[in-house]
């Protein structure tokens, strides 16, 4: 071969070597993947499933696919969570359907107060099963959502001052903070619910603003203080719980690697076993100081439930469901549906 035909061989051989080269770094660059995640509020007990995932796809992937964990509102108010996803700002988030009920309002459904949810694991069965139910599913899709996973709260209990309400007749004239349905079950035995946000609870009920707080048992109370000031608790009364979601933008999941969402799916039991841990941990290190102070524990039995379910949470319920069937939803096949599953997985204490 003449030198100069040599010369350009070689040329076009390292042209094309380097393109090669090019092409391969380009298509790793194509394949490393970040989700951004919208949190409301700091690291804590309840987002240690989502720190589960955070590390699991990081190390799975090779850091090929990155979830990273936005607290404290960094990307958006916690009430417009939805819109993020929908507007593809971010691809996952912290939802908490009563910040914005005309949302999605079918989802408030699992905001229902006294509604048999004795513990997160309960809580989370139900999740999975709302997550399968078509309407439900077809509220999130109008927001580009999905439901990836459940983020069950401890129910709600009370903690407070003054005479302990141990009968349905002393929550008469009894001022407690409760929200939403809670409140409005509250107020149907005669109690005055009112709203005061967390941060100031410790100092309104120091000055006698009300008597009572519902907050997520245990953990609630403690980080709050509230044992300090308080003479007993509730155990059962189970007043309610705040629906969470961590709801994923249904387009970025489509465009995810089959084995990135396989990942996702496969893991959910160690996303809600870090959750659980993570509560018994907070009880363990809660209930002991609650009852070295002496606080005296209100047992709600079954059938004590059962009266607070006919008293105070019927009407709650009929009032939810006549609200949301006259503007045309299916509210009684919805709350029909969430009710029972909750039933069916309290006898099985979500085993």
Do not use: C
Request: charged share 25%.
């Amino acid at each position: 071969m003449p030198f100069g035909t040599m010369n350009k061989a070689l040329a076009w051989g390292a042209f094309a070597a380097a393109g090669m080269v090019l092409a391969a770094a380009a298509a790793e660059a194509q394949e490393k993947i970040t989700w951004r995640m919208a949190i409301y509020g700091p690291s804590r007990a309840v987002t240690r499933g989502y720190e589960f995932y955070a590390k699991l796809v990081e190390e799975k992937t090779g850091g090929k696919f990155t979830i990273r964990l936005h607290y404290n509102e960094q990307l958006s108010d916690a009430k417009d969570h939805l819109d993020g996803i929908l507007a593809e700002s971010f691809q996952a988030a912290f939802t908490a359907y009563n910040y914005a009920p005309g949302k999605t309002p079918l989802m408030t459904a699992l905001d229902m107060p006294f509604l048999p949810l004795p513990s997160p694991r309960v809580i989370a069965k139900v999740m999975e099963d709302a997550y399968t139910f078509q309407p439900l599913i077809d509220e999130l899709k109008r927001w580009n959502g999905k439901a990836l996973v459940g983020v069950p709260l401890p129910p709600y209990e009370l903690m407070g001052v003054g005479k302990p309400p141990r009968t349905l007749d002393d929550y008469k004239g009894l001022r407690v903070r409760a929200l939403g349905g809670s409140g409005d079950a509250m107020r149907q035995l005669g109690a005055i619910p009112t709203s005061v946000p967390a941060p100031e609870v410790y100092g309104a009920l120091e000055r006698g603003v009300f008597h009572a707080v519902a907050f997520p048992f245990s953990y609630g109370f403690g980080v709050y203080k509230l044992h300090e000031l308080s003479k007993w608790y509730t155990q059962g009364i189970i007043i309610g719980t705040v629906h969470n979601t961590m709801v994923v933008s249904d387009k970025a999941f489509n465009k995810l690697p089959a084995e990135y969402q396989q990942l996702l799916v496969d893991n959910k039991a160690g996303y809600y076993k870090a959750m659980f841990d993570a509560y018994e941990a907070e009880d363990k290190k809660w209930i002991p100081i609650y009852e070295a102070k002496g606080l005296e524990k209100i047992v709600i039995s079954p059938a004590q439930l059962k009266e607070f379910q006919e008293k105070a949470a019927k009407p709650v319920w009929d009032a939810w469901v006549a609200e949301f069937e006259a503007k045309g939803l299916p509210a009684r096949k919805t709350f029909e549906f969430i009710q029972e599953s909750a039933e069916r997985h309290a006898k099985g204490k979500g085993d």
